[in-house]
């Protein structure tokens, strides 16, 4: 099983990047996807987390309004679109993988899968 995030980059502050994690090995549409991120010094923090189908989606609190999860499951791609970038979103973000019973959207340890991470740097 592999997650390859990317798309990562540096940026002015307000601006956009769009990440996309490419996953193989595994059937993709049967795993629910995340978004974590963790910036120097702090602990990994969830931003956001897309189910199977792509239905339902949810954002952590600072990201809402700001970044969008979505998938294409013909694809085995998860994007986070990332809108009025500001430097304290300055962090490796990380895309992770969960069965859909295997415990909250929001806990590390619910996910089986982790990608290597992609550096978001956002200047003022």
């Known amino acids: 099983v592999q997650l390859q995030a990317s798309g990562g980059g540096l940026v002015q502050a307000g601006g956009s990047l769009r990440l996309s994690c490419a996953a193989s090995?595994?059937?993709?549409?049967?795993?629910?996807v995340g978004w974590f991120r963790q910036a120097p010094g702090e602990e990994r923090e969830f931003v956001a987390h897309?189910?199977?189908?792509?239905?339902?989606?949810y954002s952590a609190d600072s990201v809402k309004g700001r970044f969008t999860i979505s998938r294409d499951n013909a694809k085995n791609t998860v994007y986070l679109q990332m809108n009025s970038l500001k430097p304290e979103d300055t962090a490796v973000y990380y895309c992770?993988?969960?069965?859909?019973?295997?415990?909250?959207?929001?806990?590390?340890?619910?996910?089986?899968?982790w990608g290597q991470g992609t550096l978001v740097t956002v200047s003022s």
């Open positions: 992770a993988a969960k069965w859909a019973d295997s415990g909250t959207y929001y806990w590390i340890s619910s996910y089986q899968y």
């Open positions: 090995g595994l059937t993709f549409s049967t795993y629910s």
């Open positions: 897309i189910t199977r189908s792509g239905t339902n989606t």
